[in-house]
């Protein structure tokens, strides 16, 4: 009998240490989205007390919905541009940290070079908003040097503003991969490198051919994370631009927030809620397979 | 004779060496004072007169050196209480984390069992629900609980981002820290508990110093809930305080940027003092918002 107890008592201690977080997770992510997808059955939801089921009707509302199609296609642009340029700027910044230069030096740059992580994107926000005025910084540098005759005001212009959110995003997220790149490199065995030098590896030929495979599963793995996190951004293009001007930055979470906290209609909120939350899924599983190997 | 030939080439190679260093130190230079002008100009404008900001040409020393913006945000209940409101609510949540995630994580890294694998799954996918998606259903909950417009919905609501980073976290450093450790202890007669809290979290006090700070600064710089979760100025936190400034205050704009320097002051010593150990870490909790 003892035994047996003793038995449970040494299997349930893992449990008993997992409880806690495993309980609470569980109930802060199942009940919202069993409650997200049942919203997005009904008419009049949290602001009406007995909300109408309406089915699928949402969903049709949405699909044929021009403004929905604008917004996946900014969120398509502004995603897939900020993990490229990400990753170009992420990748320079990390060789030329890594290159062979005083290790005290190396950390100084190291964590300079972090700083725009660092900053709440409201600051960013402003930061920006400061540099890009069309009586700012940037536009001054420009017309000195003659790039541009009149000022542009880059973040209200809709020719120019998901460009400059780009450039912005570009700057605020640059640092997760650069990290994440710089611990992979240190990680890439130097005979690798010293036995490309003897068959008389260039530069080019020994980051193509070492690094870069080396690199290949962080690369992976890192990419889809930004994607993943950078696709249902928030903070910074509600604060930069805020979706426009007109709709020339919408992108899919910023018109979810429109829906719910500025037209009340939390229903329609909570079914492009939903399909941002299928379509990052489907990325979260590819991530899935690549982390499960590592577990 | 052959004896000079090579030392020739190496004192060759020396000086080519010399020079790609140089040529390194320069770049880094370059490039880390163009990156880093975004801060470096909010701190110059914050410290001028707001006839200033936009005087032409720029001038990177304020011509008049002004604490206008400083004294006027310090001097200000309101921004006082932002202040207050970041603190609490990032020192609750981190506490919080850090224990309920620090148990988590030992569970993983020092048993296998039934579920095991599928529990760690579940925590890193948590890092992955959409925020957005989750706001919406979270407002509808927050508002039926009572807790809109309260602290505890904030701290509720950052649980779903700040416990599976420090879960992760801690996992990660725990399982550098060799098992020997415990069989040791435990032939000491050390329970699980006693493993954990006299054994491993000692060695652990780097891990469990960064993951606190990052996940301070997780809660610091949240926005999305912070906005849509509460409505009265007592409840705003530094990131929605700032925010507002910018339709409450009329722009102006030293005041902002003094505003947005004090309000990254505390992440930012806190990360410049442990610097060494968060960095690694930054690259398990990217950042969500």
Redesign the interface.
Known sequence: MSRVINGLKENGTPYFFLLPCIVILGALLSVPLYKVVEYSLYDNVIVERNPTFVGLQNYSNLLTDSAFWSASVNTLIFTLGSVIGHIIVGTGLALLVNAEIHPRAQTVFRSLLILPWIFTAVVVALNWQLLLNPFGVINYGLTEIGLIDTPIDWLGDPAFAMWALLLISTWRGYPFIMVSFLSGLQSIPKELYEAAEIDGAGFFAKFWHVTVPQLKPVIYGVALLDLIWTFQLFPLVWLTTGGGPGRSTEVLSTMTFRQGFVDFEFSQAATTAVSILIISAAFTILYLRNEKQKI | MSDTATNHASVNEERQ?FY??VM??V??TV??LI??F??I??VS?SLKPTVE??S???RLIPETLSFDGYVRVLENPQFRRFLLNSYILGLVVTLLSLV??T??A???S??R?FG??T????????Q??????????????I?WLRLYDSIWGLI??Y??FS??YA?IMMNGYLDTIPKDFDEAATIDGCG?LGVLFRVLLPVAMPGIISTAVYTF?LS??E??FAL?LTRSIEMRT???G??MM?GEFGLK?DE??AF?VI??LP??IL??LV??FV??G??AG????
């Open positions: 060496k790609r260093r390194v130190y770049a880094l490039v880390t990156l880093a975004p801060i100009w909010m404008v900001t936009f032409l040409p720029p309920i995630g148990l988590a030992f569970g993983f020092r048993y069992f095991d694998k529990a760690k799954l579940f925590v890193i996918t948590t992955m629900v959409p925020t957005i998606t989750l706001l919406i259903p979270f407002f509808g909950v508002v509720l609501t649980l779903t416990l599976p879960v699980p600064l610091w710089n926005f999305l849509a530094v990131p929605v700032i925010s910018v704009w902002m940027m947005s309000g990254s992440v930012l990360f410049m610097q060494r960095v690694s930054l690259s990217g950042i969500k918002g």
